[in-house]
């Protein structure tokens, strides 16, 4: 059974549909997720799952934990919808909510890929019905026909879809593997630099088409752009290094299944830092600084497939 944690609604009967929904409810948070790149609506989702799943005959269910993943589906669509709404009012620039996670989803390449902030970012170009079956498809490993149910289409309209979705993605993801010590080594300079405020050996591994990006959700002070450029970059760094007040603390941590920094000031979570790397080289800086996306940090969150 998967762990939960007391303070997220479960329900509380202790039926076999008690027991289907527990058992796969990490995967189905890890779907609503990836779908939405927001845990707080993942965990929306999830209460609007349990509530239909609760009212199912569960002698016509053949298969619970693909019943339970096709109304995840269907709830983060809608709840997809009114996100892309919520986020074109949003102010700067809209990032993840990123999680906290254990070392062994890293060793998971493929999941750790999937939830990383370089993916959902990619997913966030996607068309809502494409990123459904892109997620089903190539991260949990869904056939056609249950994706179509899920999505409301015919199986072979779904084969369309995820053909292009793949592609759509293959030209954006990162361009090679990137070794776990990769980036373990890019936080581990970045870690120096904030602690010894020399910026250089950090700075000889951005790439030149480097990209900062930083979600402050209008309520702290973040990049209200991307910034491209590893002079750019650089220079942005080292300006917003010396006005720094007060006591900084750095955590490495595991981030969205990869190496990432907690930075607190004063003993207060400031930020969530995480980095993309391709080629050896940092291609991507992730700031997260929205109060509203740290509030779990504190917590591993589990995720499965």
Do not use: C
Request: no cysteine; proline share 6%; charged share 25%.
């Amino acid at each position: 059974m998967s762990d939960t944690h007391a303070d997220e609604p479960l329900p509380h009967r202790t039926d076999a549909a008690t027991e289907a929904f527990v058992a796969h409810r990490n995967l189905l948070f890890t779907v609503a997720y990836e779908m939405l790149g927001s845990a707080a609506d993942a965990e929306d989702v999830l209460q609007e799952t349990w509530l239909r799943w609760a009212d199912v005959d569960l002698g016509t269910v053949r298969e619970p934990r693909a019943y339970l993943v096709r109304i995840t589906t269907r709830q983060a669509l809608v709840r997809l919808r009114t996100l892309r709404r919520r986020k074109e009012s949003y102010i700067g620039t809209w990032l993840p909510e990123p999680l906290l996670t254990s070392p062994d989803v890293a060793e998971d390449v493929e999941l750790a890929d999937s939830v990383s902030m370089a993916m959902l970012l990619v997913l966030e170009t996607l068309g809502p019905t494409e990123r459904a079956v892109f997620v089903l498809r190539e991260v949990f490993d869904l056939g056609y026909d249950e994706i179509a149910e899920a999505v409301g289409k015919n199986p072979a309209a779904v084969r369309q879809i995820a053909h292009r979705a793949r592609a759509h993605v293959a030209a954006r993801r990162p361009r090679t593997d990137v070794s776990p010590a990769e980036s373990r080594a890019a936080i581990e300079a970045f870690q120096r630099a904030l602690e010894t405020g020399d910026l250089q050996n950090f700075v000889d591994m951005l790439a030149p088409d480097v990209v900062l990006l930083g979600d402050g959700g209008g309520v702290r002070r973040a990049v209200v752009r991307p910034v491209v450029g590893a002079s750019k970059v650089a220079r942005l760094l080292a300006a917003g290094l010396p006005r720094v007040h007060g006591k900084v603390t750095v955590e490495p941590v595991q981030i969205n299944g990869g190496p990432a920094l907690i930075i607190r000031i004063d003993g207060e979570i400031d930020n969530v830092l995480a980095v993309r790397v391709d080629d050896g080289l940092i291609s991507g800086l992730y700031i997260v600084r929205n109060p509203e996306k740290l509030s779990r940090i504190g917590r591993e969150t589990p995720v499965a497939r």
